[in-house]
């Protein structure tokens, strides 16, 4: 099975700074996508970004951008010029490409860190 | 386009009686899922249903189970509660063309709590 592992349970950063939050994974297969999601206190879910495990350039989303490790299996999340609206629960997820075809097996989600935004 | 519904977004239940949840998923979205969110344990995979049949299911006993009608709206039941089972409940839905690349767009959650 596979697990996904967010090392920061809470970070803070000051207004328009950068912060990196932290995902490692563990899996045997070869070919998977991963995801982060943002919960604000309104509690819905939110995608961030996706990364294609076959794609070696990084995803790019606005201020948001992964460092993509596949062979550290490391997947971190850097939010430059950090706002206030970025304040949120942020998860870090992975899908299998292999079970079924079409990621059967659901997100596997790791514990979460919490951001907080310093105005 | 609306978004992915669930009803209720609150509910209080005592231990041992039984609840159900309704999710409707965007238009044109054949894929719905569901996950579990507590403090202890965070995020887990419930089930997901496509097309009416359930596709795979998470590590959760057979008090959990779901339904999933033509017009692609789901539910999940869950029966005899359990203290545990207090946690928010969230569905998400993904188009109908099933891929691992799919995003998973979340509904707002219904929060349920057993007394």
């Known amino acids: 099975a596979q697990t996904v592992t967010q090392s920061q349970p809470e970070m803070s950063v000051q207004e328009a700074e950068t912060v990196t939050l932290s995902c490692t994974y563990d899996?045997?297969?070869?070919?998977?996508?991963l995801f982060w999601y943002k919960q604000p206190p309104s509690r819905q879910m939110i995608l961030v970004i996706r990364q294609e495990a076959y794609k070696q350039q990084n995803a790019t989303e606005n201020r948001f951008s992964v460092n993509f490790q596949k062979a550290a299996k490391s997947f971190s999340l850097k939010i430059s010029d950090s706002q206030l609206g970025d304040a949120a629960m942020y998860f870090c997820?992975?899908?299998?490409?292999?079970?079924?075809?079409?990621?059967?097996?659901?997100?596997?989600f790791g514990k979460g860190t919490h951001l907080i935004i310093q105005p | 386009k609306a978004g992915v519904t669930q009803t209720p977004r609150y509910l209080i239940k005592t231990r041992g009686q039984q609840v159900t949840l309704s999710c409707s998923p965007i238009s044109g979205h054949r894929s719905v899922s569901w996950y579990q969110q507590t403090p202890g344990q965070g995020l887990q995979f419930l089930f997901e249903y496509f097309s009416e049949t359930q596709r795979n299911k998470g590590n959760f006993p057979g008090r959990f189970s779901g339904r999933q009608f033509s017009n692609s709206r789901s539910e999940m039941n869950v029966s005899t509660l359990e203290l545990g089972d207090s946690a928010l409940y969230l569905c998400a839905s993904r188009p109908q063309r099933l891929s691992g690349a799919n995003v998973l767009t979340f509904g707002a959650g219904s929060r349920l709590t057993v007394l």
């Open positions: 899996t045997s297969e070869s070919d998977y996508y």
């Open positions: 997820a992975y899908r299998s490409a292999v079970a079924g075809g079409g990621g059967a097996d659901g997100l596997t």
